[in-house]
C-alpha cells in the first residue's frame, strides 16, 4: 500500500516539476517570439527589389548602400582580426607557458570586457582624428577590435584541443615545429577556428556603437571606378551601414522612414543568421561530426 | 668524416669490448642517459642496431623503453625540461653533433606512436601525402605514387583505396595505425621507429601489424618498444630488456628467451614481474 502511494506521490511531483519547467520555457520563447513576429509583420512589407538595391535618396528610396557599406565594413573588420587573432591564438596555445601568456588572456578578456560604445571612441581619436574623415577603414577597425578577443581566444581553444600526439606525429615526419603549427595544427583545428571566426562575425554584424563614430554614414555608393578601386579610395570614404540607417530612420518622424527601419532590421537579421546557419552546416559538411560544435 | 669514424671504432672498442667492426651495424648508442628535470629515467646505455633487422627493447612500465627509442630521433628533446648525454651514431655520425639538424634527423627515422594518432580532418590520401608534400613534393601523379606505394607498404591499400578522400580518423584502430606506418613510410625514411604500435589495438589488428613488420624489416632498420614479451618473441630479431633505465641484456631474441644471461631477465620472461 506504502509503495503505490510513494509511487503516485512521485507521480504528482514529477508532473508538476514538468509543468514548471514548461512554463519557464514558454515564458522565454515568448520574447523571442514576439521579436521575431514583429520583425516580420512588419519588416515584410517593407521590402522590394528597389529597396534592397536602391539608394536612399532615389525615388524609390532603398538601403542598397548600407547592405553593401555592412558587408564591406565586416570585410575589412575581419582582413584585419583573422591574421592577429590567429597569430595570438597561435602564440597563446603553442607558448602556453611562456611568461607573456597569461598576461596577454587577461588582456584579451578586459578587451572583451570594453563596451562598444567605447571601442568606438576610442578608434576615432586613433583613426578618425588622424585621417581626418570618417571612413570605412576606421568602421573595420573598430569592429576588428571587438572581433579579435573572441576569435583569438576561440582559435587558442581550437588549437589546444588538437592531441599533442598529432604534434609529436609531425615532428616525427621531418617537419619543424612552425610548419606542423601553420600546416597541420592549423588545418586540424579548422572546423574550431572557422566557427570562433563566424561567431565573432555574428556578434559585431549588429554592432552600431563602435560604429558611430567611425564609418559615418552616406547616402551614396562607395566609389567604384576601377581607378579608384586601384587607390582603394573605398577605405577612406564613409559608408553607410545598416545598424546606423536603423538607428537613424527609427528617431525620424516620418512613418514611411519607420518601415523602412523595420525592413533594414529584418534584413539586418537575416544577414547574421545567414552567417551562423551556412557556417554550421559548412563545417557540418566538410569535417562532419569532428566539427559539430 | 674519417676521424669521426676512428673516434667512434676506439670508443666502441672500448665501450662494448667489441671486436664489432661497423659491418652491418647503422646505429650505435653510446652510455645514453637521459631524463626529464631532475629524474634520470637512462642510465647508460649502449646498443648496435643491425641493418634491415628488428630490435625489440622490452621492460616493465616507467623502465625508459619509450624514452629511449625518442633520444634516437631526437624527439626526446622536444619535451620541456628534456635532457640528454651520450652518443648515438647513425651511419658513421653523431646526430647529437653540434652541427646537426634534428629536423633532418627525424627525415630518416620514421616514428610510429602508441596510439594511432592520424591527422585529424585530413583524408587518408592527405594523412601519407602530408610528409612528402611539406618536404616539397608538389607534382599530383608524383603524390599519387607515393601514396599507393606507402600504403601498399603499410598493407592498408585495398582496404582503402576507393576511399582515399574519407576522413583517416574514420578507419578502425588497427587500420589507422598501419596509416601511421604509411604516413612515416611516406616520407623515406631509412630507419622505423615503433613505439609500442599495438598496445591500443585488438589481436587482429595486432596481427596484421606484426606480419607487416616481418615484412617491413627486410627493408628497414626496426626498432620497436613492446610491453608485450609474447610480441618480442614471435617477431623480433634481437631483444633488449630494460629495467628502471639500465640495459639488463641484449642478445639475439632466441638466446634471450631460452638461455636468458641475467636471472631478471628469465624472471620478466616467465612473468614474475612487469
Redesign the interface.
Known sequence: MKGIANARRRKFTNLIAMLVMVTMLVVCLIPLVSVSWTLLSKGIPAISLDFLTNLPLSRQSGIGNAILGSLLTLLVASLFAIPFGLLVGMYLSQCA?SRLATPTRTLLDVMSGIPAIVVGMFIYSLVVRPMKSYSLMAGGVSLAMIMLPVFARTSEEALKA??E??M??????????W?VVL??LL??A??GVLTGFFLALARVGGEAAPLLFTVGGSNFWPSHAPAELARLQPLTEQVASLPLVIYEYAKDPRPAKHAAAWGAALVLVVIILAIRLSTHAYVRWR??Q??AH | MSHVRNNLAASLAANAGAAASANGHRIFTEHIVGGFGDTTVLKGISLRIAHCSLTAIMGPSGCGKSTFIRCI?R?HE?I?RAWVTGKIILDGQDIYGADVDP??????I??V?Q?P?P????SIYDNVA??PR??GLRKRHALDEVVEKSLRHAALWDEVKDRLER?G?GLSGGQQQRL?IA??LA?DPEILLLDEPCSALDPIGTERIEELLVQLKKEYTIIMVTHNIQQAGRIADRTVFLLLGEMVEEGSTSDVFTSPKDPRTEAFISGRFG
Open positions: 607557458s588538437i592531441p600526439t598529432v609529436e606525429a609531425g615532428l616525427g615526419l621531418g617537419l619543424p615545429r610548419r600546416q597541420v588545418r586540424s579548422l572546423p569535417y562532419g569532428q566539427g | 630521433n624527439l622536444e620541456p629536423v633532418a634527423i627525424r627525415r630518416k620514421g616514428m606512436f596510439r594518432n591527422f585529424p580532418t585530413f602530408a610528409g611539406l618536404n576522413p580518423t601511421c604516413r612515416a616520407v
